[in-house]
Structures are given as structure tokens and as C-alpha cells.
């Protein structure tokens, strides 16, 4: 996988299937927490304390 970081987001180009797949904000904060080794569960959490949404809905 290699990324490369926009504006918007993030693009991510998937090497093994050429395929290219746009990240917003969210999910570039999202792909960044997990690769720096954070859990989903926190990574979740954060999100939804940080937007003021319901846990559940940021899941």
C-alpha cells in the first residue's frame, strides 16, 4: 500500500490490485491512528469524544 496525503485526505493506492481509493479527513485520521498502532475501539472512542457524535455512529 502506498499513501499520499491531500488536502482532502489521503489517497491510497492498493499495489497488488492497482486499484486507487480516496480517504476524506476522517478515515486519514482513522488509516493514521491504526498504523501507529492504536486499537479500533480507541481510535472510535477519539473520534466520536473529539466530533461530539454517538460512538455507535463513528463505528
Not at 481509493?21 to 473529539?50: F, H, K, M, W
Amino acid at each position: 500500500m502506498s499513501t499520499l496525503d491531500t488536502d482532502d485526505g489521503t489517497v491510497l493506492l492498493h499495489e497488488r490490485d492497482g486499484k486507487f481509493y480516496q480517504l476524506n479527513a476522517t478515515g486519514s485520521e482513522v488509516l493514521a491512528r491504526l498504523l501507529a498502532g492504536e486499537r479500533l475501539p480507541d481510535v472510535v472512542s477519539g473520534i466520536a469524544e473529539r466530533s461530539g457524535a454517538v460512538r455507535e455512529m463513528v463505528h
